[in-house]
């Protein structure tokens, strides 16, 4: 069974520019999480889909954005980079949000630079 | 408002000795669930083990053990029998139930296993 894969893995952009990371769930998982990761700030979430619905959001400002597709896949956007937007995105997939056992598998991750 | 707190930057522990990770949560959500992740110097985050907040029984995953003392808001990660290959970052995260069921993550501590 195939992990959860993110594409690009790595991507550099300059200040101002937009950019969109792709997220492919394990098979069968519906849902799916983007958090950003910095050596300052550690692991904070984003953003949580479930069939084509954000469900939960974290606080980040309105140039983070997000969606879902049919197929569970998911991409986020940022819009008007700035330099602290430099960050690994981590894309996590599960198959479905409960108040359970809620086992999150992640992705490698995409690293962004902004310059 | 829902919080991990991961009080250990680092930590270094001679090969095969018992570690322990501490965590402390706060919730005010009757219902949630405690985890804890592994991420390797390569960035992959990977899943260790899983509390429920109405588990009657510690949790247990081959080496790893959860030491879930709920009145005292604690969730310390048990390693017996360190290897090398333990050496990397451990995240404790949180997801609530009902109130809010956003996954949070603590900080993180870094572990090094010393030969």
């Known amino acids: 069974k195939a992990g959860v894969t993110q594409t690009p893995r790595y991507l550099i952009k300059t200040r101002g520019q937009q950019v969109t990371l792709s997220c492919s769930p394990i098979?069968?998982?519906?849902?799916v999480s983007w958090y950003q990761q910095t050596p300052g700030q550690g692991l904070q979430f984003l953003f949580e889909?479930?069939?084509?619905?954000?469900?939960n959001k974290g606080n980040f400002p309105g140039r983070f954005s997000g969606r879902q597709f049919s197929n569970s896949r998911s991409e986020m956007n940022v819009s008007t980079l700035e330099l602290g937007d430099s960050a690994l995105y981590l894309c996590?997939?599960?198959?479905?949000?409960?108040?359970?056992?809620?086992?999150?598998?992640f992705g490698p991750g995409t690293r962004l630079t902004v310059l | 408002a829902q919080k991990i707190t991961q009080t250990q930057p680092g930590m270094f522990v001679q090969e095969k000795e018992a570690v322990t990770l501490d965590c402390t949560y706060d919730?005010?959500?009757?219902?949630?669930?405690l985890f804890w992740y592994k991420q390797p110097s390569s960035g992959e985050m990977i899943f260790l083990i899983y509390?429920?907040?109405?588990?009657?029984q510690n949790a247990t995953e081959g080496r790893y053990s959860l030491n879930f003392q709920k009145a005292r808001k604690s969730a310390n990660l048990v390693i017996s029998a360190s290897q090398l290959g333990d050496s990397a970052m451990y995240f404790c995260?949180?997801?609530?139930?009902?109130?809010?069921?956003?996954?949070?993550f603590g900080k993180g501590t870094r572990l090094h296993i010393l030969p």
């Open positions: 996590a997939s599960s198959l479905a949000p409960t108040s359970g056992k809620d086992e999150q598998f």
């Open positions: 098979s069968g998982h519906r849902s």
């Open positions: 889909y479930f069939s084509e619905t954000q469900r």
């Open positions: 919730t005010s959500d009757p219902s949630y669930g």
């Open positions: 509390q429920g907040s109405y588990d009657q």
């Open positions: 995260a949180m997801r609530g139930g009902v109130r809010d069921d956003k996954i949070i």
